[in-house]
């Protein structure tokens, strides 16, 4: 199965993806994961993709899209991509690696959420620096303060996960990577999910109906 998953920030990428490996294991290729990576090793990729992030604006899609070439060249079975394509000229190059890897894409799941349930979700979002568990200092506290409930590392915030950032996030998800929802509709393989409530609940049923295209 060939995923692509996308949605504002906030909506519920990353937990989505991690979660429904209970129901089938897939590699997950998260393009954010693997900027702040190279970010934290210092890498040369690392150094020009943080003047973007921090902005909330996009790395340009020539880095980008030679990053996923490599990660899909090493990988072709089942995969979750998060976060990639992030707009038109991006899906459009993910549509030649797929063409030049004989891949077919199964489904691409939009991650619907009203704005203000996103602002209020990411500045209150922190994660385990060691694990990489997710908390949220409202609706999911860690039992002591700072530390992962699941390992006893520390818990850190994401460094563009502040208002003034998300809200250019937002902004840049509006004008570049909503417009992905049409170009897949036209494909045939859009499936939009409401979030406003947490992707968690939805999981079995967004299962069942991915499971049924494979049929
Ligand atoms: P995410 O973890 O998916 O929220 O991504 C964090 C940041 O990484 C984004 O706000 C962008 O600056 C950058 N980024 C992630 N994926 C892409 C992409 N496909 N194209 C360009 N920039 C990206």
């Known amino acids: 199965m060939q995923l692509i998953i996308f949605g504002a920030p906030g909506a519920g990428k990353?937990?989505?993806?991690?979660?429904?490996?209970k129901y089938k294991?897939?590699?997950?290729?998260?393009?954010?994961?693997?900027?702040?990576?190279?970010?934290?090793?210092?890498?040369?990729?690392?150094?020009?993709a943080s003047d973007y992030i921090e902005k909330g604006l996009l790395v340009?899609?020539?880095?980008?899209?030679?990053?996923?070439?490599?990660e899909l060249d090493m990988i072709r079975s089942d995969f979750i991509l998060d976060g990639f394509p992030r707009?038109?000229?991006?899906?459009?190059?993910?549509?030649?690696i797929l063409q030049d890897f004989d891949i077919k894409l199964t489904a691409c799941v939009h991650l619907e959420i009203d704005p203000e349930i996103v602002i209020?979700?990411?500045?209150?979002?922190?994660?385990?620096?060691?694990?990489?568990?997710?908390?949220?200092?409202?609706?999911?506290?860690?039992?002591?303060e700072n530390v992962c409930d699941e390992c006893g590392g520390k818990l850190t915030q994401r460094a563009d996960d502040n208002e003034e950032?998300?809200?250019?996030?937002?902004?840049?998800?509006?004008?570049?990577?909503?417009?992905?929802?049409?170009?897949?509709?036209?494909?045939?393989?859009?499936?939009?999910?409401?979030?406003?409530?947490?992707?968690?609940?939805k999981l079995d049923q967004v299962?069942?109906?991915l499971a049924a295209l494979e049929d």
């Open 25 to 48: 294991q897939f590699s997950h290729i998260s393009t954010g994961d693997l900027f702040r990576r190279h970010i934290k090793e210092k890498t040369d990729l690392g150094k020009l």
């Open 87 to 96: 707009n038109i000229p991006q899906a459009e190059a993910l549509d030649r």
């Open 165 to 201: 950032t998300i809200r250019h996030r937002f902004e840049t998800y509006r004008a570049e990577t909503e417009p992905l929802a049409r170009y897949y509709e036209n494909k045939g393989l859009l499936m939009t999910v409401n979030c406003n409530e947490g992707i968690l609940t």
């Open 120 to 144: 209020e979700r990411l500045v209150n979002r922190m994660s385990c620096q060691d694990c990489g568990a997710p908390y949220n200092l409202v609706i999911k506290k860690p039992k002591v």
């Open 60 to 70: 340009p899609d020539e880095v980008t899209e030679k990053l996923i070439r490599h």
């Open 14 to 21: 990353g937990t989505m993806a991690q979660n429904i490996q």
């Open 207 to 209: 299962w069942e109906d």
